[in-house]
């Protein structure tokens, strides 16, 4: 198999895990959004420790304590991840996994405008139609909820700052997050610990604690597997695959969940897609523009100069 196609699997498998993660979270409701959050932190931590010392990897690990620069950021990662975890854990177990997959499918969008603002990017005419769409999409589904989807916007914005910052920090996937479950392992500790013997973790069966102890595998594995991927396949193959995941969780709301869709709903989540299709072809064509291009130059460049013969 090449790599380009193990790359491909890869991203492929973790974007359906994502996408299936409203069952996992369904099953899990008895703990409540916080609990489930805290112990997904500390389940976590206890893998990704495991995966560093298999890699050995705690030197770099131990490094990092000289650029302080680089933890101040990963707190900052930290805190953002959180509060995209437990928006998305209170979003499935309040029944609103449709608006979940919003934030998902307008996170791109998103990633546009913090490219503008922050990091000062000038925008193709295709991204400002796409962000504009997208905007309008937002405007029509606040109307139809009576306020702003406040769910998906602030996963899509959490998650949109935490690729930022995880962008200018440049750690691997799995030093970043041992530092991510590290610096949030005290407060979820604390709180695990102010439950006492409201901690679901003992009280509600042997599968119920199984569940929860398994949240460190589920949030470490589809990590992992979309690192292989994205060290593998071009970024617009990832631009791609990256709305299989909100897709089915818009499905799982939709059909599985019974979720509300009113017209007005559906025609929101239309625009939405419009501005997703708007986008992803802009950069598809403007890749592949720059591809042919740099192609041409190439040629240009290797074809010797000929003489010119004079009298």
């Given at each position: 198999m090449s790599d380009l196609r193990r790359g491909y699997l890869l991203g492929?498998?973790?974007?359906v895990?994502?996408?299936?993660?409203?069952?996992?979270?369904?099953?899990?409701k008895s703990a409540g959004p916080v609990e489930i959050l805290a112990h997904r932190v500390v389940w976590s931590l206890a893998c990704v420790a495991v995966l560093i010392t298999v890699l050995r990897r705690w030197r770099a690990i131990a490094a990092l304590r000289h650029t302080p620069g680089k933890i101040a950021a990963m707190a900052a990662a930290a805190v953002l991840i959180a509060i995209n975890w437990g928006t998305y854990i209170f979003g499935v177990n309040s029944a609103r996994v449709v608006e979940?997959?919003?934030?998902?499918?307008i996170t791109p969008l998103v990633v546009i405008l913090l490219g503008v603002v922050?990091?000062?990017?000038?925008?193709r005419r295709g991204q400002w139609i796409a962000v504009g769409v997208g905007t309008l999409s937002v405007v029509v589904l606040a109307v139809d909820y009576g306020r702003l989807p406040w769910i998906a916007?602030?996963?899509?914005c959490?998650?949109?700052?935490y690729g930022l910052v995880k962008k200018r920090v440049g750690l691997p996937p799995a030093d970043g997050l041992l530092l991510e479950s590290a610096i949030l392992f005290l407060p979820a500790a604390a709180y695990l610990a102010y439950l006492g013997g409201d901690n679901t973790f003992t009280r509600d069966g042997a599968g119920h604690t199984l569940l929860l102890a398994f949240s460190g595998i589920a949030t470490v594995g589809p990590l992992l597997m979309f690192a292989g991927a994205a060290n593998r396949i071009p970024l617009y193959g990832i631009g791609m695959l990256q709305y299989i995941g909100p897709i089915i969780q818009f499905g799982l709301g939709v059909f599985l969940f019974h979720e509300p869709m009113p017209a007005a709903r559906w025609l929101g989540f239309g625009l939405v897609w419009l501005a997703l299709a708007v986008f992803s072809v802009e950069g598809l064509v403007h890749v592949r523009g720059n591809r042919a291009r740099a192609a041409a130059t190439a040629v240009a460049e290797q074809v010797p100069e000929v003489p010119v013969l004079r009298d």
């Open positions: 492929f498998g973790a974007y895990l994502w996408g299936f993660f409203p069952l996992y979270f369904k099953m899990l979940t997959a919003l934030g998902y499918f922050v990091l000062r990017e000038r925008l916007l602030t996963l899509a959490s998650f949109g700052l």
